[in-house]
């Protein structure tokens, strides 16, 4: 190796499933915010109490919906597409992330990861970044974060979606029973998507400040600077 | 070496991110929502959620049935809540004694059918949950003739696949009517009723009297209101825009089942 500071960080199949992810949960929450804009209140319970509403508001600004126009057909078909496309990626990613132990080898937290919350977490506040043999794994706040999106929010989201659909509700009517009815899993999975977007602009911000063209690079190629040499 | 490879790397990033950039701004102003071929490839995933759906449920299973007590006090009407055409409007001043429902197409014994007569047919009462495309939900109390029976006593083709129902609703300026079409898994479902009671009372104009559809495991649009006749279809290609249903030919989608 030339350079024994850069290692190779990301496989192409983590790298292809990442970005077509970035493709359709763009479109899926854009294309979303605007079937939200059809009837812009969320309720909880089985049906819509139209005097009261959990939230209501008058609509997401254009800028952040497609199509920009209030178009809800065009949004569904926008939604549907990508959400297929999110969910075949979404397989691909976990068969192999389990076949290839990616999972159980880069995902999941050792005893060692645990005992280091606390000293992971102050060295996010001081935006102190793992270097060296450290940079070679993710560490626990990263393992934490990716869990909680690829094991909670993401399955989630796609049944709360599904709990909305009345063809599947009449066969699987724990669908409605998980989420405590239709209104309930339409409410659930706004907070789904506002929380994958709450991750990606903290996963952003910390591309940004750990060394944006590293991470750009890694995520790309798959080859990382670590910082320091090893070995 | 190094530099000329760190410069192809950043030119293409940039230009990664340049054509994202682009994607989002086209998206912004509908350009890409408007060209027909990327249209094209987006209804891809509606023979592929119809498919599927399909393919994962049960073609009896019923739509979760509710309580009186959770009966929604204020059901919105979907749709046309007053239609103003003319011969609809005599036939509702007089408490549609006169109207008929005209069955007829791919069936053995067309024929019409007064209100008395229909609920004279095997009928079915229901508390059911009323989704709407644009999100909302609401519960309510319908009865109704179950539209299998009714079939059953016109006798459809075996060519007849899909049933339309025609409407006395105008949509437009131009005066089009209100249609839509359901397949035969739909239409023989225990739960897809022609309603004429909702509540307990005579179906009110806003949600469709004389005659609406029910038909549980899709959205509120499919459920044809203000039904002047029903006609058996092979398929629906030379009706309308040849999409199946007023607001199909105006993009959304034949398959409502999410």
């Known amino acids: 190796m030339a350079n024994p500071r850069v290692i190779y960080r990301h496989p192409l199949w983590v790298r292809s499933a990442h970005w077509v992810n970035v493709i359709c949960m763009t479109v899926l929450l854009m294309s979303g915010l605007q079937i939200f804009n059809a009837h812009p209140a969320l309720y909880w319970g089985d049906v819509s109490d139209f005097d009261n509403p959990l939230v209501a508001i008058s609509g997401f600004p254009g800028w952040a919906t497609l199509p920009g126009s209030q178009w809800l057909a065009m949004g569904r078909r926008w939604h549907f597409f990508f959400a297929w496309g999110f969910v075949a990626n979404g397989i691909f990613y976990t068969l192999i992330a389990i076949a290839r132990g990616h999972l159980r080898r880069d995902l999941a937290p050792s005893l060692k990861d645990m005992r280091q919350i606390g000293y992971s977490i102050r060295q996010h506040l001081r935006l102190r970044f793992p270097k060296g043999v450290e940079a070679m794994h993710y560490n626990v706040l990263q393992k934490f974060a990716y869990l909680t999106v690829i094991c909670v929010l993401c399955p989630l989201i796609i049944f709360a979606g599904l709990a909305m659909s009345p063809q599947l509700d009449a066969t699987y009517s724990s669908l409605l029973w998980i989420f405590g009815g239709r209104q309930s899993a339409r409410t659930v999975h706004f907070i789904c998507a506002f929380s994958l977007l709450a991750f990606v602009i903290v996963h952003l911000l910390m591309v940004l400040v750990s060394g944006v063209w590293n991470n750009f690079r890694s995520m790309i190629t798959g080859w990382y600077d670590i910082g320091e040499h090893h070995g | ?258």
């Open chain 2, 1 to 258: 070496m190094a530099d000329l490879a760190k410069l192809g790397r950043r030119g293409f990033l940039t230009r990664v991110g340049g054509s994202i950039g682009t994607l989002m701004l086209a998206g912004c102003d509908d350009r890409l929502s408007e060209n027909p071929d990327v249209v094209r490839i987006l209804d891809g995933a509606e023979a592929v959620s119809r498919f599927v759906q399909k393919a994962v449920t049960s073609k009896t299973a019923l739509a979760r049935e509710y309580t009186e007590a959770e009966i929604s006090r204020d059901f919105r009407a979907n749709g046309t809540t007053e239609p103003s055409d003319p011969d609809y409007q005599s036939l509702a001043r007089n408490g549609f004694a006169d109207w008929r429902l005209v069955v007829g197409g791919l069936v053995v014994r067309p024929g019409s059918f007064s209100l008395a007569e229909l609920k004279e047919m095997p009928s079915r009462m229901q508390i059911t949950r009323h989704d709407c495309v644009e999100g909302w939900s609401c519960i309510g109390k319908w009865k109704g003739v179950r539209l299998g029976a009714l079939l059953d006593r016109v006798g459809p083709h075996p060519e007849a696949r899909y049933i339309m129902f025609f409407c006395a609703d105008v949509m437009d300026l131009s005066g089009t009517k209100y249609y839509e079409s359901i397949d035969l898994d739909g239409a023989y479902h225990a739960q897809t009723i022609l309603a004429y009671e909702m509540n307990d009372l005579a179906l009110p104009i806003a949600h469709g009297a004389p005659l609406r559809l029910r038909d549980e495991r899709q959205l509120g649009y499919k459920m044809a209101k203000y039904i002047m006749s029903i006609e058996l279809v092979a398929d629906f290609t030379q009706i309308g825009n040849g999409s199946g249903g007023y607001w199909e030919d105006q993009g959304y989608e034949w398959w409502a089942g999410i």
